[in-house]
C-alpha cells in the first residue's frame, strides 16, 4: 500500500493474498496502481474476484505453479492450464500470466543448486509453452528471486526476474550465496 501510494504503478505481490480484509484492501489498491496477485487454485481464484466485484475493479493475477518448493502453487502442466482457462473467464480477473519461484534450490551447494533452478525453470517455461499451445497469451512469465536470478534470468521465455529481496542484503542472502556487499551494518 505504501509502494502504490508513493505512485509504483506495478507491483506483483508473489504470494497468494487471503483473508476478507487483505483482500478488500488489494481491491482498493487497484484504484492507485496495478497490484497484481499470484493464486494457485479455483477457491483463491473466486476469493480474488469476489472482492474485486465489490469494488468495482478488476484484479491482475498470474497463477503460481509449484515448481519443486512445495509450498504453494498450482501444479505444472494441464492443471495450469486448466485454471488459467477459469481466470480468463471470472469477471473481476484480469489474468496476466505465470509465476514460480525456485527456493528449494537454496539448500544446494553450487553445481547441484544451478541445477535444481534450471529444473524449475524448465518446469515454468514448458508449462507456459502447453498455455500458449492451449491459445492462452501470457504477458508475465516470471521467476528467479535475488539468490536465484543468476542462473535463470538468461533463459529465454522468463518476461520478469523478481529479485528484489537483495534490496537489504543481510546475512541470509550471504549464506545462500548471493554475491552482493551489505546494504547496512550496525
Known amino acids: 500500500q505504501a509502494m502504490?501510494?508513493?505512485?509504483?504503478?506495478?507491483?506483483?505481490?508473489?504470494?497468494?493474498?487471503?483473508g476478507t480484509h487483505k483482500l478488500r484492501r488489494l481491491a482498493g489498491l487497484q484504484h492507485l496502481a496495478r497490484v497484481i496477485s499470484a493464486t494457485d487454485s479455483k477457491e483463491h481464484?473466486?476469493?480474488l474476484a469476489?472482492?474485486?466485484?465489490?469494488?468495482?475493479?478488476e484484479i491482475?493475477?498470474?497463477?503460481?505453479?509449484?515448481?519443486?518448493?512445495?509450498?504453494?502453487?498450482?501444479?505444472?502442466?494441464?492443471?495450469?492450464?486448466?485454471?488459467a482457462r477459469r481466470a480468463l473467464d471470472?469477471?473481476?480477473?484480469?489474468?496476466?500470466?505465470?509465476?514460480?519461484?525456485?527456493?528449494?534450490?537454496?539448500?544446494?551447494?553450487?553445481?547441484?543448486?544451478?541445477?535444481?533452478?534450471?529444473?524449475?525453470?524448465?518446469?515454468?517455461l514448458e508449462t507456459a509453452d502447453l498455455c500458449r499451445t492451449a491459445g492462452i497469451e501470457l504477458p508475465i512469465v516470471s521467476a528467479s528471486g535475488s539468490c536465484?536470478?543468476?542462473?535463470?534470468?538468461?533463459?529465454k521465455g522468463l518476461t520478469e526476474v523478481q529479485a528484489g529481496g537483495a534490496v537489504s542484503y543481510d546475512l541470509s542472502y550471504q549464506r545462500w550465496g548471493v554475491p552482493h556487499e551489505f546494504a547496512l551494518t550496525v
Not at 502504490?4 to 493474498?17: D, N, P, Q, R, V
Open 148 to 155: 536465484t536470478f543468476l542462473p535463470s534470468s538468461h533463459r
Open 90 to 124: 471470472r469477471k473481476g480477473i484480469r489474468f496476466q500470466g505465470l509465476m514460480g519461484w525456485e527456493g528449494h534450490a537454496l539448500r544446494y551447494d553450487n553445481e547441484e543448486k544451478v541445477r535444481r533452478i534450471d529444473e524449475s525453470v524448465t518446469v515454468l
Open 50 to 57: 469476489a472482492a474485486a466485484i465489490e469494488e468495482g475493479v
Open 60 to 83: 491482475p493475477v498470474v497463477i503460481e505453479v509449484n515448481v519443486g518448493m512445495n509450498r504453494a502453487g498450482c501444479a505444472p502442466g494441464q492443471a495450469t492450464v486448466d485454471l
Open 45 to 47: 481464484l473466486a476469493m
Open 4 to 18: 502504490a501510494s508513493a505512485g509504483i504503478a506495478e507491483i506483483l505481490l508473489a504470494h497468494e493474498t487471503v
